[in-house]
């Protein structure tokens, strides 16, 4: 996991997006236990607080579960949960600045739709 | 143990250290105390660990007053920036005080911060490094078990790693026994993470205080052409403005920002981080920041 955090996100959605991000590329897999809120203030060197305010913010939204006394793992169908959100994400995220920073240089939504489809 | 301070002024001749300061800091949460330099920090410290006594007002740990109360001031472990131990000392011999002064003392845990910080028990205080001094400092303040821990500026002369090794070490401690810390520090940037709560003293006053990342939630940084810039914070708590090539930059504080609304005006928009805000906030003279 990156170990890193930006400033434009609150910390707390940090923890919660680097959990997600593995989960979707598979390092940990439905049914694995995901680290406790302590492993995570020691390794971010985070308060607890903030990092438990991460993981709860997956166990709402049904992609971390808690067993208790035992630890979180990572729910079944996580993966799609976190697909089908991150799609809908993607617009306001990637899209939007895509298209102000177009316009700003003046490129035409053609051009862009080419640049899109442009070969890397 | 639940601290709070009521309506507390520190007259130090005529100089006000304190203003009718009030609050409560809620037991086991780790709090940063910050603000510039003589705002006030280290006064309201010693104030809280009983060391000094309000001119007037009162400070109540769990209902009592801890100046000169055996009761609270045994919870109670104020490390200051410098000069915490007789200089005619060894090592083991503070520790030894220490261990008789606080009833949950961890041996164990003194044991284990010497060694984390290359101390040896037969040193002399006296031949210390400021940053080894420091380091003693921390040992005591973690090993007392305290259930009020106070740091005040704790790691004059502690390089970059030993810093990082006390965040550790803090952590640690606090999940294994959960107590409340409150560190005063200059370091925002290092430390912004370890608060759950943010303490901010301007002049001897309550600035603000709140959850550590509400404060960045309530924070955002635009810049963009000046009138979009200025259409969009029109009504809003500007602390500090900068103009620059015909774009401007702002950084507002006080509410709730989204920033993708912002940025769907065309906008640059970020999160402030907390030193900033804490430097502009205790520049800014607009009055109080309501929140």
Not at chain 2, 146 to 153: H, M, N, P
Not at chain 2, 210 to 236: F, H, N, P, T, W
Not at chain 2, 251 to 277: C, D, H, K, S
Request: with cysteine; net charge negative.
């Amino acid at each position: 996991m990156d170990s890193s955090f930006k400033d434009d996100k609150p910390i707390f959605q940090q923890i919660a997006d680097k959990i997600e991000s593995s989960i979707l590329d598979g390092s940990i897999q439905e049914g694995d236990r995901v680290p406790s809120t302590n492993e995570f203030a020691k390794f971010y060197q985070i308060n607890p607080a903030t990092a438990a305010k991460g993981i709860n913010q997956l166990v709402d939204q049904e992609i971390v579960f808690k067993r208790r006394g035992i630890g979180m793992f990572v729910a079944e169908g996580a993966r799609d949960i976190i697909l089908t959100k991150r799609k809908n994400d993607f617009f306001n995220d990637y899209i939007v600045p895509l298209k102000n920073e177009a316009e700003k240089l003046g490129l035409t939504a053609k051009e862009l739709r080419d640049l899109i489809q442009r070969e890397d | 143990m639940k601290i709070e301070a009521i309506n507390i002024t520190k007259k130090y001749g005529q100089k006000e250290a304190l203003k009718d300061l009030s609050m409560v800091i809620e037991e086991n949460k780790i709090y940063g105390l910050l603000g510039k330099n003589g705002a006030g920090k280290t006064t309201f410290m010693q104030l809280l660990a009983g060391h000094i006594l309000p001119t007037s007002g009162k400070v109540l740990v769990d209902g009592q007053d801890p100046f000169n109360n055996r009761n609270v001031l045994r919870e109670m472990c104020l490390i200051s920036e410098s000069s915490n131990f007789k200089k005619r000392l060894k090592i083991k011999d503070v520790l030894k005080i220490s261990s008789l002064f606080y009833p949950n003392w961890s041996q164990e845990s003194a044991d284990r911060l010497l060694k984390e910080f290359n101390l040896e028990k037969s040193m002399n205080t006296k031949g210390l490094s400021k940053g080894m001094e420091s380091a003693l400092g921390i040992t005591i303040g973690l090993a007392s078990r305290a259930k009020i821990t106070i740091f005040d500026e704790p790691y004059i002369g502690l390089d970059a790693s030993a810093r990082y090794k006390f965040y550790d070490l803090l952590l640690e401690e606090y999940e294994e026994n959960p107590r409340t810390f409150i560190l005063s520090t200059h370091l925002i940037d290092e430390v912004s993470r370890l608060f759950e709560e943010v303490i901010l003293l301007r002049d001897g006053e309550l600035l603000l205080q709140l959850q550590a990342e509400d404060m960045r939630e309530k924070s955002i940084l635009v810049s963009g052409k000046s009138e979009v810039v200025e259409e969009y914070s029109k009504g809003k708590n500007v602390i500090r403005e900068t103009s620059m090539m015909g774009r401007k930059t702002v950084m507002l504080f006080g509410e709730v920002y989204n920033l993708t609304e912002a940025r769907e005006l065309g906008l640059e928009a970020e999160r402030g981080n907390i030193q900033e805000l804490m430097v502009h906030l205790s520049e800014h003279t607009g009055g109080a920041v309501h929140v």
